[in-house]
């Protein structure tokens, strides 16, 4: 006798088959899914630079003379004769494209007073846009109205225009008003101190770490972003005169480690991460290093670039220069964008060491913070409060990180 199962009944087993039908073709699909930029272990990467043949030079990298419009009592020549002065090497003069249209080659570098014997003087400017400002450097004269020209357009276009004119891009004061709003992947640098004021550079230090994070080898670096001069002779003082003693030419300071003391060598410096900064000219120079074999001997710097062997390494950070006697330094160590480790250090050279694993597989990095007591600064005495017990810090050591990403 056949019988005939009610019409929901089978309506529901179809169903009920269907359903596990499609699950199961949904597990077959994910698991024969391969994702073409899971992380691998990468091949040979460039061999590490000399850590003896070099020289430390210290500059500053964003300072406007009176080819800004804004700016008041700063000529060339000033900039130039205080930063001979107070010990600076290197001076990059970021003059506001936008005031002279885009021709800065005719207004700040054909300056008379554009010349040194003693300081050495990176040809650049600031590239002032509705989508943010940025830095660029040079060691020799480029031509800027291209970068000034392409200004609103797309970033595949202002990216292909910089690698043509093969300067040194920066992004200026990347948090808060006239912030970078353009890629990262067309920077080599990014301006994680701004000014004496240490405390308005968080939000910088926070895009820094997400651009390290995602694989972006991003050196850091600082720039006073001075305007004001100290009138002279027949100069009269302005409402602004007074940051001349709160904020000018070294602070903060940016160091690099440079192959010669010669204008090309400084950008190459800058551009491969051997940079650290201090609170102004006289204050402690950072220093990070890595004995990646446990030899004793240091094997890379900040900036450097390895793989990782799965084996411990060993750090070493130091200040070197003039530190307050009988102080006490604060390091404080930052992995992948994260708090690792807090140590203290004293003595005419502080030094802190410390042992971790980088991963294996993937990237990792470390990087520096240094607090203790300020250095004073004659010659601009008000910056030392706006500085506060910010002393310095270092660029990231890298493991692992893919140098055509």
Known sequence: MITHQPLKTIFRSALTILVIFGISNNVSAQSTHTNPWEVTELGVLPPIA??????????ELHVHSRHSKESSNNSIAKIIAFSKAVGIDYVCITDHDNHVNGDVAHN????????????????????????????????????????????????????????????????????????????????????????????????????????LSSGRKLTGRGGSDA?????????????????????????????????????????????????????NPYAPRVEFYADINQDGKMDMMMGDNVKATGKPVKFRVQLSGKTVSDST???????????????QAKGKQPVVEFTDTPALIGRTYYRVTVEGP?????????????SGNMVGLSNPIFFNFDPNF
């Open 329 to 343: 330094y604060t390091i404080n160590v930052v992995k992948d964008g994260n708090p690792f480790g807090t140590y």
């Open 227 to 279: 305007h004001h001069g100290t009138p002279e002779g027949a100069e009269q003082p302005t409402k602004n005169t007074y940051q001349a003693k709160a904020n000018y030419v070294g602070t903060p300071t940016t160091w690099v480690f440079a192959t010669s003391k010669t204008s090309q060598a400084v950008v190459d410096a800058l551009t491969n991460g051997r940079v650290s900064i201090s609170s």
């Open 374 to 386: 300020s250095t004073p600064y004659p010659q601009v005495p008000l910056s030392e409060k706006l």
């Open 108 to 211: 700040t570098w054909a300056d008379p007073e554009f010349k040194s014997n003693d300081v050495l003087l990176l040809y650049g400017g600031e590239w002032t846009t509705t989508r943010g400002h940025g830095n660029v450097f040079s060691a020799r004269p480029y031509d800027h109205q291209r970068l000034y020209d392409v200004r609103d357009q797309r970033d595949v276009v202002i990216g292909a225009v910089k690698k043509q004119l093969n300067i040194h891009l920066s992004a200026n004061h990347p948090s808060g008003k006239d912030h970078f709003g353009y890629s990262y992947d067309m920077v080599n640098s990014i301006e994680v101190w701004n000014s004496a004021i240490w405390s308005k550079n968080a939000n910088a230090i926070m895009i820094w770490d997400d651009m």
């Open 50 to 59: 000399s850590m003896t043949d070099g020289v430390w030079l210290k500059g």
